[in-house]
């Protein structure tokens, strides 16, 4: 599909506009009276909600704007590049909520597009957009975290359906999701080979999982098993054995999605508030108005520029994802130099407080200070999900690089 000119782009944004004002809830446009920080993830649980955060995500998933460059013929908004960037302008211009946050739009819908069979497609890719079903990741276990291809969850071929027994960890956000895209071992006498995709519904009998609390007080993952769980045949992902490749694939995707969030400080602490402002509240401001203590202010400078660096950098291997049908091993890098500048950034944001930046909770702390604090701590494991930051390291090496495996 060609991109639009000048000229109708510009009407183009100005639709959106008009649409963006007249259907976003005005609810949510007072901070104060928003229920929940955060975007709605979808599923079971916000089924025939009537808060307004739910009604936001159903009336631009109607527009297909949930998925604003899937095709039409699935539910999705059928935008060229240059419209789904106007489209994320005016979102951003107008401090517009995103209506869904979605492991189904960030990951499996990709891979699905690109997968999937086609009856597959109109059963899934729908109630992705519409955000009829939350989605968690079932990759990483016990002893196949890093090294992910030896992962043992057994999926047997039972004639009518699958059987599937195992258990995965780090799985996020698993006792709240309604669906599970997960990785399976369908034969024992081949590693990477030996591996298949599969979906499984979270109600299935068999199914528990188990919340896992970490340092930041924080229980987004969870160990999740797997016991003697019937699935039907129709539920596996591309071809049987076959599922290491979409593994790869998917996890392209998961990387440049965990890089824009860390880019956007959430990650972080970065919902704390803009870290120079918050250095000179606490450390206070010289005579020019800058931070008055110039080792701290180059710093902080530095990990700013540093950070809209990456954005650019993201906004550009996006681009030429688009242009080349997908993500590449250049995301490796993106994730690589977001974990680390994320994880810097929340240091300087506890450096810039003081002892104000160590307050675990109570009134003695305003919500910044301990936003602050929970970050930092939960900032410690974004050099480890979507791989660790030593795989990606190993990627970069091999497949954007071209060097030869250590002897």
Known sequence: MADFGAGELDAFRAEVREWL???????LRDPAAQTDPEAVWGGRAFEGSSDPQSVWMR???AQGWTAPGWPKDYGGGGLTPAQARVLDQEMSAGRYRPPLASFGVWMLGPVLLEYATE?????HLPKIINGNFRWCQGYSEPGAGSDLASLATR???KGDHWLINGQKVWTSYANKADWCFCLVRTDTT???E???FVLIDMTTPGVETRPIKLISGESPFCETFFTDVKIPKDNLIGKVNGGWEIAKRLLQYERQNISGGFGGGGGA???AGDLGQIAKTYVGADDHGRVDDQDLRMRITKNKMDFQTLYMTIQRTAAEARASNGPSAATSIIKYAAASLAQERSELMVESMGSRGLGWEGEGFSPAELIATHGWLRSKGNSIEGGTSEVNINVVSKRVLGLPDPK
């Open 21 to 27: 004002e007249a259907n976003y809830p005005a609810e």
């Open 59 to 61: 009336r631009a998933a």
């Open 119 to 123: 009856a597959q497609k109109r059963e």
């Open 155 to 157: 999926c047997e071929d």
């Open 190 to 192: 081949k590693k990477h």
């Open 194 to 196: 030996g591996i298949s």
């Open 269 to 271: 602490g970065g919902a």
